[in-house]
């Protein structure tokens, strides 16, 4: 192994790695690293090596990513295939032995820096896996992590194992590829809490059902009752409609601007035959015309469900899902019941959650509605977070009671 060069890197990301957070971001400190080297060993303002850095020229915001901060360094990175091996290890344990899993065939096998390996997601879908990549660093070690993955799980076979780059960059931003047929795809069934799901890989950026909302559903589970009136904006394919139809919904309406999303829905309701299909109604139309339409046939909701994308264009400007919520808050309180509750979420790194929570509070007081707060909603399960990384902690999620 050739040497590997020590960098000066910023003050400020010197503080942030001593205090556990795992990126550089781009600076004029990270943008001058060698783009050759595949590693790179942070060093202070005395010379003195602080991590070995993994790292990535080409991603437009994260240049490096941490992998230890335990020398010697060079003696990390030349056994670092078998320190991959070893914590993609302790992650599949740490899945193997949590019981909130065995209800479900979708979860995560791995999840990133909270996992200790940065940029790396791997996906179990039933019988398949789905790795993904949010660096190109991970590009030449994907044989060892398909290795490993298959020693763990034997049942998994080559040519259900799929491999995707993605992350906010547009190089990676790609469909998810069979690692042996790059033209194949492929769409199969799993269920979650004893609800059937289409899922289709390699054909769309994403496969249709969001696994880091599944531990929420769990959740949920506490407040959904019997005979409720469910109302599901930004329904996507359907996953908490299902889930609110299996916990004894009298009604459900769905609400997404995509038709083929709301079309995905209609066949996941069919693959559910024990689902009464006649409470169900699906809106492909926007949230603001569900809402107009629904206030104007006088309908109210006991529970209405609000996972907005974290930003949405109209063709002539972007809006914030945040910025959104305070006319969201004001419409969505005409069609709740008096002691409904609503669940809304943001789905963003760059809003804390005092800052979500405070901005939902500062709007309720302008539009004189009287809520109280329910509980807080989050990743956790299969998706860890990592201390003073909050970056990794993008869901929030707030439940709040009408009063």
């Given at each position: 192994m050739n040497k590997i060069p020590e960098c000066l890197i910023h003050p400020v990301s010197l503080k942030l790695i001593r205090s556990g957070h795992p990126w550089i971001t781009s600076d004029n400190f990270s943008n001058k690293f060698p783009r050759q080297s595949e590693f790179i060993i942070a060093t202070d303002d005395?010379?003195?090596?602080?991590?070995?850095?993994?790292?990535?020229?080409?991603h437009k915001n994260i240049k490096a990513r941490l992998w230890s901060t335990k020398p010697p360094y060079e003696r990390?990175?030349?056994?670092?295939?078998?320190?991959?091996?070893?914590?993609?290890?302790?992650?599949?344990?740490?899945?193997?032995?949590?019981?909130?899993?065995?209800?479900?065939?979708n979860f995560y096998l791995c999840f990133g820096e909270a996992d200790h390996l940065p940029g790396l997601f791997i996906l179990r879908l039933k019988d398949r896996v789905l790795i993904q990549f949010y660096t190109s660093f991970w590009n030449r070690y994907k044989s060892i992590i398909q290795t490993t993955v298959q020693e763990v799980f034997p049942e998994i076979k080559d040519e259900n194992v799929w491999i995707q780059l993605r992350g906010e960059t547009r190089e990676l931003q790609k469909l998810p590829q069979n690692a042996h047929d790059p033209e194949r795809r492929d769409e199969f069934h799993l269920q979650e809490f004893g609800i059937q799901y289409l899922i289709r890989l390699g054909s769309s950026y994403d496969h249709g059902l969001y696994t880091d909302m599944s531990s929420v559903r769990f959740t949920l589970n506490k407040i959904m009752k019997p005979e409720m009136r469910v109302l599901n904006l930004?329904?996507?394919?359907?996953?908490?409609?299902?889930?609110?139809?299996?916990?004894?919904?009298?009604?459900?309406v769905s609400v997404d601007l995509s038709p083929k999303y709301i079309e995905w829905l209609q066949q996941n309701l069919g693959l559910n035959p024990d689902l009464e299909s006649t409470r169900h109604e699906s809106l492909t139309m926007s949230t603001d015309e569900a809402l107009a339409k629904l206030k104007d046939a006088g309908r109210t909701f006991d529970l209405i469900i609000c996972d907005p994308p974290s930003s949405s264009s109209d063709g002539e400007k972007r809006t914030s899902a945040l910025k959104s919520y305070k006319d969201l808050m004001k419409k969505m309180d005409v069609v709740l019941a008096s002691g409904g509750k609503l669940v809304i979420f943001l789905n963003t790194h760059q809003v804390s959650s005092p800052k979500f929570e405070k901005a939902i509070q500062d709007a309720l007081a302008e539009l004189r509605l009287n809520y109280k707060f329910h509980s807080r909603l989050g990743l956790s399960q299969d998706c860890p977070t990592l201390k003073g990384f909050p970056e990794g902690n993008y869901l929030k999620g707030i439940v709040l009671e009408k009063v």
């Open positions: 005395r010379r003195r090596g602080v991590a070995l850095l993994m790292h990535d020229p080409n990390e990175a030349q056994h670092f295939t078998a320190s991959i091996q070893a914590r993609l290890d302790q992650a599949f344990e740490k899945r193997i032995q949590l019981k909130e899993l065995k209800d479900r065939e930004f329904s996507y394919t359907g996953a908490f409609s299902l889930w609110s139809m299996k916990q004894g919904a009298s009604e459900v």
